[in-house]
């Protein structure tokens, strides 16, 4: 009699058979997770609801998330900090939110020399306008990109 060294096919057979009997239950349950999770997707709408919006940040909710300070999550429309003023908006104002457009602009002349801007692409875009933002820049505007010279209020360049 000799020993067996290793498996026998069967062996190996039923362990892959048992393999593919829990891949075929799994799958399924994970694709519904990601589906649900893609369905309940949404930005915020606004600063006030990423800062605490006059909360103790005990218990974050949706109405205040606590991922910003008191400051720039402030409940105005516009929240100055450090020599700029930051601004949000969004196209819906109801969850899901589809998209964001974060903006900073300096507090006057002396404060900054360059307009910021973000969508959900996560580029943050420039521009050496002049004008400074006295409201939140718009989708459209923060995705135009075409001013060589990057002196046009309403044209942003990606920040390299």
Partial sequence: MRKQKGFSLIELL???????????IAIPNLLRARISANDSA???????????????????????????????GCTAAICPKGGYNYFMTATATTAPVPDYTASAGPLGKS????????????VVRFNMSTTILAAAE???????????????????????
């Fill in 42 to 72: 949404g930005y915020s709408a606004d600063l006030k609801s990423l800062g605490p919006n006059a909360t103790t940040c005990t218990a974050p909710t949706s109405t205040g998330a606590c991922l910003l300070d008191n400051i720039v």
């Fill in 14 to 24: 039923i362990v892959v058979a048992i393999i593919l009997i829990i891949a075929a």
């Fill in 138 to 160: 718009t989708l459209a505007a923060c995705a135009t990109n075409s001013d060589a010279a990057n002196t046009t209020a309403a044209k942003y360049n990606a920040l390299q």
């Fill in 111 to 122: 404060t900054g020399s360059r307009n910021y801007c973000s969508n959900p692409d996560a």
